[in-house]
């Protein structure tokens, strides 16, 4: 099992979807159209977040297949969407056998940020050989902004990075870099790609979400282990007093991919 938590991934939903980028939405589901029996293949996929914001975009039915290691994540897949979807439990890592066929394209979100350069260039390599486009949306990019300044934002923020790079099940991950090596072994299998923000900005609404990603950084940043644990404890203080403010924003960067031939 994979340790993300279902409850984590439904309070993400909605700010994932303010944050996708509409363009690449609606040129990923044109393209799906076009195909006779379209067939997605979205791996990585949680309870069914990217299911759920693309299938109402799509001009004509699709079948869809849903991929992820962890039976809890799939069985809450089923239970909110039945037969609308399939479900496959597998290993990414396995990658001769994720279930291309007569797929027309994969989707990911919030996937590509936790893989490795070599995760990465194998499948690129092998959805290249499959002829079938991608759609990997909403990985991180390194970027936390608050708009209320801290002397520590920066540091914090360059740990919390630096911690992204540690194993995640795929070899030591690419983490804020992931996009752009993705976006790069995709181009050289002649694929086009585009790319587009698509920033997490959270309010006082979000104080809930901004708690737990709080919560989140904090964690990292003490097994990372380079800051003072009293000064982090200061900067974790006045970040959670700062989110109940009506005029305070937090802001995560992340990168939608699309990649089509
Ligand atoms: C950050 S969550 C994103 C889930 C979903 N796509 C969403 O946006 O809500 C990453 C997902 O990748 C899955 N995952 C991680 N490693 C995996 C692996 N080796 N094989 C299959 N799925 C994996 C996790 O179980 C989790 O559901």
């Known amino acids: 099992m994979s340790g993300f938590d279902k409850d984590w991934l439904t309070l993400r939903e909605p700010v994932d979807l303010r944050a996708r980028d509409e ?7 044109e393209t799906v159209a076009k195909a006779r029996h ?19 975009l799509l001009q ?7 991929l992820d290691n962890d039976p809890r994540l799939l069985e809450e897949a089923m239970r909110l969407h039945g037969d609308a979807i399939e479900t496959i439990q597998g290993d990414l890592n396995d990658i001769d056998s994720l279930p291309l066929s007569s797929a027309t394209l994969v989707t990911a979100s919030a996937l590509f940020d936790l893989c490795s350069q070599d995760f990465i260039k194998r499948f690129a390599e092998k959805i290249a ?22 002397p520590l934002d920066e540091v914090v923020t360059a740990n919390f990075n630096a911690h992204q790079l ?24 002649g694929y086009a790609v585009k790319t587009a923000e698509s920033r997490w900005i959270m309010t006082s609404n979000d104080a809930e979400l ?20 009293a000064e982090i404890r200061d900067w974790s203080e006045f970040r959670h007093r700062m989110i109940e403010r009506d005029d305070s924003l937090c802001r995560v960067g992340h990168q939608d991919v699309l990649a089509l031939r």
């Open 38 to 56: 379209p067939v997605i293949l979205d791996i990585g996929c949680g309870t069914g977040s990217t299911f759920r914001a693309l299938s109402s």
């Open 23 to 29: 363009n690449l939405m609606a040129v990923a589901m």
């Open 60 to 66: 004509k039915p699709a079948a869809w297949r849903l």
């Open 166 to 189: 540690s194993d995640k099940g795929f070899g030591p991950a690419l983490g804020p870099e992931a996009w752009k090596s993705l976006a790069a072994a995709l181009e050289g299998q």
């Open 129 to 150: 050989q499959a002829d079938i486009g991608l759609y990997a949306a909403l990985n991180y990019d390194g970027a936390m902004h608050w708009s209320k300044f801290h």
């Open 210 to 229: 901004q708690t737990l990603f709080l919560n989140g950084i904090v964690r990292a940043v003490l097994e990372y282990g380079e800051l003072d644990e």
